[in-house]
């Protein structure tokens, strides 16, 4: 049963940083590309960022801006989400998602295993 677990989320100021992890298992995990969702309240889950199977391609919203590094260790099965300049309206539930592509998605459609989310919350 694939499991995926986020971690590092939490309360921090405007202007500060984070860094989510997503550790996972059982699944192939070099063989998924990986990506962050993100869902304020009221509001519809939204793709972050992604990474493809190689990591050697990666993509991000635009509201990212460069704020946001995505990044993989197939060797610990883990993606990361480093998160800097962080903005009040970056407050929401991060989750890392598995795709059942190789390359990355921006659908949530597109990926077929989910973590439980992580809070994130950005003060003024």
């Known amino acids: 049963q694939a499991q995926l677990v986020e971690s590092g989320g939490g309360l921090v100021q405007a202007g500060g940083s984070l860094r989510l992890s997503c550790a996972a298992s059982?699944?192939?995990?070099?063989?998924?590309?990986m990506g962050w969702f993100r869902q304020a309240p009221g509001k519809e889950r939204e793709f972050v960022a992604a990474?493809?199977?190689?990591?050697?391609?990666?993509h991000y919203a635009d509201f990212v801006e460069g704020r946001f590094t995505i990044s993989r260790d197939d060797a610990k099965n883990t993606v990361s989400l480093q998160m800097n300049s962080l903005k009040p309206e970056d407050t929401a539930v991060y989750y890392c998602?598995?795709?059942?592509?190789?390359?990355?998605?921006?659908?949530?459609?597109?990926?077929?295993?989910w973590g439980q989310g992580t809070q994130v919350t950005v003060s003024t």
């Open positions: 998602a598995a795709s059942g592509y190789l390359s990355f998605r921006r659908s949530a459609g597109d990926y077929i295993y």
């Open positions: 059982g699944l192939t995990f070099s063989s998924y590309a």
């Open positions: 990474i493809n199977w190689t990591a050697l391609s990666t």
